[in-house]
């Protein structure tokens, strides 16, 4: 039969992930000869075999991939036999670093199966051993320094392989063949467990963790991305002292169980659901409560309609459950509905970043954990857990980190290389390489010095695994946001542009490059603060974008912003501006007449003296539910406008809620009159919801006609509201409107790095 030889160049996530083992495997059961090889840009394969094997070798390749290898692109080319190639190897990519600058580095993946019934099985030598990995799970992102992805640039290099390891490492036959974090009994990390003070405690690490959870007690327990505080969720004593000592009174808390079955115990779980909370990036699924989970967990999500939950995702995790159930013979327990769930929250005190290293778990937990599960792999980089919901069939995240992070986004065009650093809350930065957006890890709000530094930290961290010198720096328009300030220091020691990106604009233009539109579109910027281009408070916005511009074309009726910040914490100030500026017969409402500091704030109101006006959608939220009384002060951000959002149900809009202007002004002070007069909060929350869908809807449309342009991008921390999606995405299509909204990126300020260097490269490209 006649031979043929091909070459085959793969671009994708194809290194750290098992793929040349795999092609390896492929290659061999085909009887075919050649090589395979990593290279700076993927992989390159050479096979030589028959037509007939080499079809079955291409249709195996693409279709019974690794699980997290991934192909974006696949060339193929005919070359010439070579008369004595008999083997198949996998060549090392030694010296082939020409172009290591698009090599990519994967993310940290949940264990795998294969790695589970090794650790719960006695015979085994990693047995109970709570570092097992191999080339389909583990950590990478988190222990890796630099590319290339080898074991000497992670924190791996600590622990040289045993000799039984090194052969697994060695073997293309091997689960572990390169698998760079794999590590055994003999040869790994290893675990500790230790008083607040830092002295050891005897015997089993494990279980000393399960008998101090069983107490009542909490402790910090070491993770993949950083520590993460754990106790009981069904203890409420133990739920109330964690919330105390992290200072953390109304906040939901993530909670971790054991399998679905467990999960169907106290929350509603659809197929879709499922699915997210089993895939390799395990982030916590926000889930709809059953009505037993307040009664089993009273102090986890007070006033929310959903919990967020996630699976075991570490060993250690899952042998603190196999502790818990007194160490089962067999697998059958891992599939079994389980009793256990537990706190299993970020540790960090309020503000800070999550706590990564040993010796500042003891010196900043030492307060809020009794014990410290600890082991001496080093965590290179703070990587949080990733928060998602499920809207419709499609995933709506709220954070983006552990999983996710480094994977970059595919762009449908390549231009300047940029860096962009966001803004204030829920930073995130973003290094755009060639045709590929590289967006951090969720950094969290820049209001600690450490938060600060975590910035800085992770965007130099990012331009060392991309390898890229930026030709400009995006930042916000607010000139005094840290992140403003080191992206001018940046742009002054690389001799680069700084270019300042209006907050709105580079939401909305996040989910442009997202979906690849270039303009003219319609954006609509529902959220709660961004610095306007005129200076004011904006966030409630209507756009027409294209290219690197950005109109404003309307905006929502304005409210009084009563001592600035301090509005934006208490609703019910918001509240009581709303009802001013109606001017309204009724009187106020008992529970905003009766606050303390009410005559003060209407004196405010009266001479507007530090009293400023927003078009926030945000703060219309807060207004709202200060009107209903249901938050009169927030603990965390957009706790209001969550509570408003859980108690509203389906109903019918209010007709003549709403008033569009010819200068694109849309006008609710219709509906709010008439919310002032219920004192329901849950008839306000439904009347508020279905009424304002309508009114954006009416805007959009309106928008629409008279620009001809059919295509509306939405975008800001508003779209993080299900409810209110629910039901303008329907209206928007049926109004003949193309509506897009951001899915690989959170809708919120986490996407606002994209944007911004998304428009410093649109910018660059004009000059
Ligand atoms: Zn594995
Ligand atoms: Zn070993």
């Known amino acids: 039969m006649s031979q043929q030889r091909l070459r085959l160049t793969i671009r994708g996530r194809v290194q750290g992930v098992g793929f040349r083992p795999f092609v390896w495997r492929i290659a061999q059961a085909q009887g075919l000869a050649g090589f395979v090889l990593n290279t700076g840009e993927g992989v390159t394969i050479e096979v030589q075999g028959s037509g007939q094997q080499l079809a079955a070798f291409r249709q195996q390749l693409q279709h019974t991939l690794p699980p997290l290898a ?9 070359l010439d036999l070579q008369p004595d190639s008999t083997l198949f190897e996998i060549r090392s990519s030694t010296g082939n670093t020409e172009n290591q600058s698009q090599a990519q580095l994967p993310a940290d993946s949940a264990t795998c199966l294969a790695c589970l019934d090794e650790l719960f099985n006695p015979d085994n030598r990693r047995y109970r051993y709570p570092f097992i990995n191999c080339t389909d799970c583990g950590p990478r992102y988190t222990v890796t320094h630099r590319l290339p992805y080898d074991r000497a640039n992670t924190s791996m290099l600590a622990f040289p392989l ?43 690490p494990v279980h000393g963790a399960w008998q101090i959870l069983q107490m009542g007690r909490s402790i910090a327990m070491k993770g993949l991305g950083g520590f993460h505080l754990v106790c009981d969720a069904t203890q409420p004593d133990a739920v109330a002292r964690l919330r105390q000592l992290k200072h953390r009174p109304g906040k939901p808390l993530a909670v971790m169980a054991l399998n679905i079955e467990s999960v169907r115990a106290f929350c509603e779980v659809s197929p879709s659901e499922a699915a997210w909370l089993l895939r390799p990036e395990r982030p916590i699924v926000l889930l709809q409560k059953k009505a037993i989970a307040d009664q089993l967990m009273p102090d986890i999500a007070p006033g929310m309609a959903s919990i967020g939950v996630m699976l075991p995702y570490t060993p250690l995790q899952w042998l603190l459950f196999y502790q818990a159930l007194g160490r089962p013979n067999g697998q059958e327990w891992r599939r079994q509905a389980c009793e256990q769930i537990w706190v299993m929250t970020s540790a960090n005190l309020s503000g800070e970043p999550i706590v990564i290293t040993n010796q500042e778990a003891r010196e900043r937990l030492n307060k809020v954990a009794d014990v410290f599960l600890l082991h001496n792999r080093n965590i290179v980089t703070r990587c949080d857990d990733s928060v998602l919901a499920i809207q419709g069939r499609e995933p709506l995240l709220y954070r983006r980190a552990r999983g996710f992070v480094p994977e970059p986004l595919p762009l449908s065009a390549g231009g300047p290389d940029v860096l962009a650093l966001g803004a204030y809350l829920k930073t995130t930065a973003t290094v755009l390489r060639g045709e590929q957006a590289f967006v951090s890890q969720y950094i969290g709000d820049l209001d600690h010095p450490l938060s600060c530094e975590a910035l800085e930290q992770a965007a130099q961290h990012l331009l060392e695994l991309t390898a890229v010198t930026p030709q400009a720096i995006a930042c916000d328009l607010q000139p005094d946001a840290f992140s403003s300030q080191l992206a001018q220091q940046w742009a002054q020691q690389l001799d680069v542009p700084l270019l300042p990106v209006q907050h709105h604009h580079a939401h909305l233009a996040a989910v442009m490059a997202e979906h690849g539109l270039n303009g003219p579109v319609l954006g609509m910027a529902l959220d709660g603060y961004g610095l306007g281009k005129n200076g004011d408070a904006w966030g409630g916005e209507l756009m027409m974008l294209e290219g690197a511009s950005c109109e404003r074309m309307g905006h929502i009726s304005s409210l009084p912003l009563p001592g600035g910040d301090k509005a934006a914490r208490e609703p019910w100030r918001m509240a009581v501006g709303l009802w001013q500026r109606l001017n309204p017969a009724l009187p106020l409402p008992a529970h905003l007449a009766g606050r303390p500091g009410l005559p003060m704030l209407l004196r405010q109101l009266e001479t507007g003296l530090n009293c400023p006006e927003t078009t926030s959608m945000g703060r219309w939220f807060d207004a709202i539910a200060g009107l209903a009384g249901i938050c009169p002060e927030q603990s965390f951000e957009s706790e209001a406008a969550q509570k408003l959002e859980t108690l509203a149900t389906g109903c019918a809009p209010l007709a003549g809620g709403w008033r569009v202007s010819p200068a694109n002004l849309l006008d609710l002070t219709p509906l709010a009159q008439q919310l002032m007069q219920l004192s329901d909060p849950l008839a306000i929350a439904s009347l508020w919801h279905a009424t304002l869908a309508h009114a954006l809807a009416d805007w959009a449309s309106r928008a629409a006609n008279t620009t001809g342009i059919r295509q509306l991008v939405l975008a800001g921390g508003c779209c993080a509201n299900r409810k209110l999606l629910q039901q303008l995405l329907p209206l928007l299509r049926e109004a003949g409107l193309q509506p897009f909204t951001a899915q690989q990126l959170p809708p919120n300020d986490g996407g606002l790095s994209l944007g911004q260097a998304w428009v410093a490269r649109q910018r660059l490209l004009q000059q």
């Open 70 to 78: 991934h192909i974006d692109s696949l060339q193929q080319s005919l």
């Open 162 to 204: 045993c000799p039984a390891c090194r052969q697994e490492y060695q073997d293309p036959a091997s689960r572990r063949f390169h698998a760079e974090p794999t590590a055994c009994p003999q040869c790994g990390p290893q675990l500790q467990l230790t008083d607040r003070f830092g002295l050891p405690l005897k015997g089993d």
